[in-house]
């Protein structure tokens, strides 16, 4: 079976860091991304709050350096090697087919305490407020997400793959 590394890769994809404050939330959340030649995790961590209508932090790559779809429909799935403080967090996948930041197609994980490899098929994410079936072809964006309740995040990922 074919296996692409999304992430560590090249240098052309960047997390990046997104909180509920973007919409008057008051999450906070910190992200540390490994510099060049750092062998280290990519890690989320912060606080998750639900006061002012908020809820979450996440962690995001886009999987284009222009923002356009990356053409994922000859893979199965998502594989990750992560690692937590045995929370429940979620990817979250985005297409080009979306217009609202609200939309994604979910699945749901528990980081374990020690680093653990989890492989997530496409059949198994459900839409969130959005009808238009996942497309793999038009795949846009990955999210790694701490959401919908109060708790304190903590994620690392050392590996992101399609396969």
Known sequence: MTEV????????????LITDMVMGGVSQGTLHA???????????RGA?????NGGFIQIA????P????????????IGLEV???GE?????????????????????FTAPYHPTVLRLPFVDFVAHRIETPFDPSRLRRIGLVAIGRAFDADLSVARLWLY
Do not use: C, I
């Open 61 to 64: 790559m886009d999987l284009q």
């Open 88 to 108: 429940t967090y979620g990817v979250h996948l985005r297409t080009t087919d979306m217009v609202r930041p609200q939309q994604s197609y979910r699945h749901s």
């Open 34 to 44: 490994p510099t060049a030649g750092e062998h280290a995790p990519v890690r989320m």
């Open 5 to 16: 590394e999304l992430w560590p890769d090249d240098g052309k994809r960047r997390w990046r």
């Open 48 to 52: 998750v709050s639900t006061e002012n």
């Open 83 to 85: 690692f937590g403080n």
């Open 66 to 77: 222009d923002g356009g779809p990356f053409d994922a429909s000859t893979f199965r799935g």
